[in-house]
């Protein structure tokens, strides 16, 4: 083997998985097609789940010092916002940051991590056997015509966006629907419009934000040429008689960076997984922009996958453990697919002129429900995925398994952290006993359940929490969602209930590793 994993694209996703696997010791290539890294931004921001999956790992604080947070956001541009601040998160926001910004803060990351990212590099083939897949691969040194060379890995993931070529290589089918609606984005570095006109802007339904270095970004739906094919380019002179039409000024947008037409094509991969190739973000869902779920959507593929990889790779994953990747995101790509479906349909709907009245009406009921709170909060945790919780598999299991948790204050023997994501950030499980759990162990707790990748800790004392009520102990996976909890007073009750979550999730490193792998079993704890 050349390496473990193979991840193409080197975009957020692909950063992101790579990064996870290399924490967990995992040798990892990553191949993207671009000679240099993307300076334009289709993406702005991070959502709640998406800030914990970087306070999880300790990079919280790089993101946040550079870009601005806001406490809410909107759901299909209704003028009623989702009110993030009311969640349940220590990130209960979202932060506006360049989709540039965050993969060079990933990439940084990466080659922290000593991740190997080879840039000009183009996935032209693959073949899939037991033992590994092999990946055709045209460099820039091969030219257009050139003969690609043979990288051998146990695992590919394609990251490679809409146009996935490790999709269409696996044969893996792409079920949705086509277009059938268009918008247009701008990036312009000149504009005489102020912020009075801005807002004027966004009243009559143009998303218009100032970005970094002086550039100002719109978007608009045109009803004259909603039906305009995406592949069509976007001038200038249309960009301005737009801007005109709709709002009455083209506030003398000039010096475009970036001009961009998008469609609401809404697919969803059959399978996540193919044998030993899988897929991740974009490769494996796509839908309209709506309320900025697509790049949030793959951070979470990534982190959901990336410590079930590793194992795979490192030896000690236990039987089906990456089964469970397709099992638990690919319904969340489901809902995000359906969610911007409704979101696209009432941002449509009143610029057809059979429907204006009633869609009118329709989205004026929108903002009246959203101005319920438990409404606005049962869709501000659907667009943030704070709500994103995975079915539980084992019979009896306690509510909390499968959903997030909550990062609270703690104070916890042997250890410097104040709170659980601390005990997080080197990317292995968490069992974590609370306050008021005993055993009757000759030995200290933290001894009688050693074992590789797992932090074992005693809170002495933590934060109370309505959700963690009663719990005596809690094991908690890499990615930061509940795997298994008790409520049990009874020693042998909880030590049998802890064993069998273990060997479920978190099984012993063995003397196996994935045939022909670099890595090679972990040893280490975490």
């Known amino acids: 083997m050349d390496t473990d994993v193979i991840v193409v694209g080197a975009g957020p996703t692909g950063l992101l998985l790579a990064c996870e696997l290399a924490l967990a010791g995992v040798r990892t290539l990553v191949l993207e097609r671009h000679t240099e890294p993307q300076q334009d931004s289709r993406a702005l921001t991070l959502h709640p789940r998406s800030l914990e999956l970087m306070d999880l790992r300790g990079l919280s604080p790089r993101f946040l010092g ?23 998160s220590r990130q209960a926001h979202t932060l506006f940051l360049a989709q540039a910004r965050t993969e060079a803060l990933l990439a940084q990351r990466a080659h922290e991590l000593g991740v190997e990212i080879h840039r000009g590099h183009t996935l032209t083939g693959l073949r899939q056997g037991e033992d590994g897949v092999e990946a055709e691969v045209l460099g820039p040194r091969d030219g257009p015509g050139g003969t690609a060379r043979t990288r051998r890995c146990a695992y590919l993931v394609g990251c490679d966006g809409g146009r996935s070529a ?11 629907t086509d277009e059938t609606l268009t918008g247009v984005l701008g990036d312009f570095a000149t504009v005489t419009a102020g912020p009075d006109d801005l807002a004027a802007a ?53 010096r475009p960076r970036w001009l961009s037409r998008f469609g609401n094509a809404t697919r969803l991969a059959a399978a996540y997984r193919s044998g030993r190739v899988l897929l991740a973000g974009d490769a ?28 795979e790779v490192n030896g000690w994953a236990p039987p089906g453990l990456l089964d469970t990747y397709h099992a638990e995101r690919h319904p969340v790509g489901r809902a995000v697919t359906e969610n911007t479906e409704v979101q696209t349909l009432l941002a449509e709907l009143p610029l057809v002129d059979r429907y204006r009245r009633p869609a009118a ?74 306050a008021g759990a005993r055993d009757p162990y000759p030995q200290p707790y933290e001894a009688c359940v050693r074992r590789p990748h ?69 040893t280490g704890g975490s």
Request: one cysteine or more; charged letters at 20%; aromatic letters at 6%.
């Open 166 to 176: 490790v999709r269409e290589a696996a044969r893996i089918d792409f079920p949705g």
């Open 361 to 434: 009406a329709l989205r004026g009921l929108f903002e009246e429900l959203l101005r319920i709170p438990e409404v606005n909060r049962r869709l501000a945790e659907q667009v943030s995925a704070l709500g994103t919780a995975y079915p539980a598999t084992a019979p009896g299991a306690d509510p909390l398994v499968g959903r997030r948790m909550p990062d609270i204050a703690l104070s916890a023997t042997g250890s410097d952290a104040t709170r659980v994501y601390e005990l997080l950030h080197r990317g292995g499980f968490l069992l974590l006993r609370l």
């Open 454 to 522: 797992l932090t074992a800790v005693t809170a002495r004392s933590h934060e109370e929490h309505p959700e963690l009520g009663g719990v005596r102990e809690v094991l908690v996976r890499p990615d930061g969602h509940i795997a298994w909890a008790t409520r049990s007073d009874d020693a042998g009750l909880r030590h049998a209930g802890r064993d069998a979550a273990l060997g479920a999730w978190a099984a012993p490193a063995a003397a196996r590793a994935v045939p022909g792998a670099v890595g090679g079993p972990v």
């Open 284 to 311: 494996a869902h796509i839908h309209f922009p709506a309320a900025g779920q697509g790049l949030n959507t793959g951070l979470q593929d990534a982190m959901n996958l990336g410590w079930k990889l590793a194992a």
């Open 202 to 254: 966004r009243e009559a339904g143009i998303l218009a934000v100032p970005l970094e270095g002086g550039l100002t970004r719109f978007v608009y739906i045109d009803p004259e040429r909603m039906r305009t094919p995406a592949r069509e380019p976007v001038t200038l002179e249309e960009f301005r008689g737009a801007l005109a039409r709709i709002c009455g000024s083209d506030f003398g947008v000039d």
């Open 66 to 88: 550079l870009g601005r947070t806001v406490p809410g956001w909107h759901f299909a541009a209704l003028d009623t916002p989702l009110d993030f601040s009311a969640l349940d």
